[in-house]
């Protein structure tokens, strides 16, 4: 059954690598019919350089994963979504670099037509496979051990999946009690002569309070009929699926909380974002910009262009975090966050935070890797240690690169921090990122900083 499965998930590979190569190549026909041989080699190499790209998009998605474990066709579009953009973005810069041979509207025709024939595909695949499970075929038969919550979740979870292709066949436990997850087959030490009997593929330990010697006999009972066994493990509730597993050498360890940037591809993708980024700011426009702003402030006030002001970093590392000075030079910026009504602010500096200009030489702090372009904004020191008092996990938020913009400050929670609830808020926000990073949301986020600046913010003073 399982190696049914595996087939299925080489099919669905095979298939998005041919439309990704039967769209090119339909794509750059119609858009150059009369010289459509015309640069074989260049146009070969963009083929290659594409099909790469989408099978490194899809595996690091995890697209091609154990289809029966993830929610569903919708979020299959989604990452599709997501490599028809990076498949986009390839052809942007080949084009650039090699400087040749396809037009400006071929991004757009591809990326369309991409769409249109990948939703086509995988709705038919989809519907495809939802009609074999139908007729019985692709099914994981499973049993459960236990009728309590776990065993309860599990059943309601497949029950109102169908798409997952799972069937219960019923349950063991030691006492027949009234269940809504299938039929009792008997207590659990009956477990070995049934499955001599039955066809069954996987067995799910679902038994509230189970001891490390009653996995062991069950286990070796259902290892001797050569089938899988799984343990939905007790203190499944009390994390609310934040948990995961990870292997530590040869010890398996249980992680409290899930941390996308902790792999190593997705450190590169976000790293790789802040530099880009960083420069397309630091030199299409600071370059200009800071002259400009510098200019204005040593005439508006005396004192420095920049200030600078020791942060917590990622690893709770300080580094020095550089603004455009936006106040009069005064003995408590260390110590108190600008209020509405700060007289410490200049009239440049009043529109300098408005517009959020002020934040533009962090930039040079994500270009050294002391920020990132997204992420927890950092506190004053001062900030610090009086919010470490009132919140239990605040320094959670230290285990990743602060930002000049993150989750918090574009629901609401920039600026001035008024009372404990606005910090409390702050911080799950923050951690929610952690959590919950990806790529698209870090741009999810830029645009709706750049959103909320042109709307105006309550709170940019």
Request: glycine share 6%; proline share 4%.
């Amino acid at each position: 059954m399982q190696q049914y499965l595996n087939k299925i998930s080489l099919v669905r590979l095979i298939a998005d690598l041919s439309v990704v190569a039967l769209t090119y190549i339909v794509c750059i026909y119609c858009v150059q019919p009369l010289t459509f041989a015309y640069n074989f080699k260049a146009k070969f190499f963009l083929l290659i350089i594409l099909l790469f790209v989408w099978f490194f998009s899809g595996t690091s998605n995890k697209l091609y994963n154990e289809h029966r474990v993830r929610p569903g066709f919708s979020l299959e579009i989604y990452k599709t979504l997501k490599g028809i953009i990076l498949l986009a973005l390839s052809v942007v810069v080949v084009s650039f670099f090699s400087q040749q041979f396809l037009p400006t509207n071929f991004v757009f025709i591809y990326s369309a037509t991409l769409l249109f024939c990948f939703a086509t595909e995988k709705y038919i695949i989809h519907r495809l496979v939802l009609f074999l499970r139908s007729q019985g075929y692709n099914l994981r038969h499973v049993i459960l051990l236990g009728h309590g919550n776990s065993a309860q979740q599990f059943y309601d979870l497949i029950t109102n999946n169908p798409h997952l292709g799972y069937d219960v066949v019923g349950y063991f436990d030691n006492e027949d009690k009234e269940a809504l997850i299938g039929p009792y087959l008997g207590k659990i030490d009956g477990i070995g002569a049934f499955l001599k009997t039955r066809p069954i593929n996987e067995v799910i330990v679902a038994t509230p309070g189970i001891t490390i010697q009653e996995i062991e006999d069950i286990t070796y009972v259902v290892d001797k009929a050569g089938i899988r066994v799984r343990i939905i493990p007790d203190f499944h509730f009390q994390f609310y699926n934040r948990y995961e597993f990870k292997q530590f050498g040869n010890i398996p360890t249980v992680s409290l909380r899930k941390e996308p940037l902790e792999e190593t591809h997705n450190k590169f993708i976000k790293r790789t974002f802040d530099i880009v980024f960083s420069l397309m700011v630091l030199l299409l426009i600071c370059s200009w910009l800071y002259p400009l702003i510098a200019i204005l402030i040593k005439t508006g006030s005396k004192g420095p262009v920049l200030f600078k002001q020791k942060r917590l970093g990622r690893d709770r590392k300080e580094f020095w975090c550089y603004k455009f000075r936006s106040m009069y030079v005064n003995a408590v910026s260390d110590k108190q966050m600008a209020k509405k009504g700060d007289s410490r602010i200049t009239p440049i500096g009043r529109i300098l935070r408005k517009t959020s200009l002020d934040e533009f030489p962090q930039f040079w702090n994500v270009l050294k890797g002391d920020m990132s372009i997204v992420g927890p904004r950092p506190h004053m020191s001062i900030q610090n240690e009086q919010y470490q008092e009132i919140i239990n996990n605040y320094l959670v938020r230290q285990l990743i690169k602060p930002g000049i913009t993150g989750w918090a400050q574009v629901n609401g929670y920039r600026g001035e921090i008024e009372n404990d609830f606005d910090i409390k808020s702050r911080v799950a926000y923050d951690i929610w990122y952690l959590e919950n990073w990806s790529f698209f949301l870090d741009i999810k986020i830029i645009y709706l900083t750049v959103w909320n600046i042109f709307k105006g913010e309550e709170k940019a003073y």
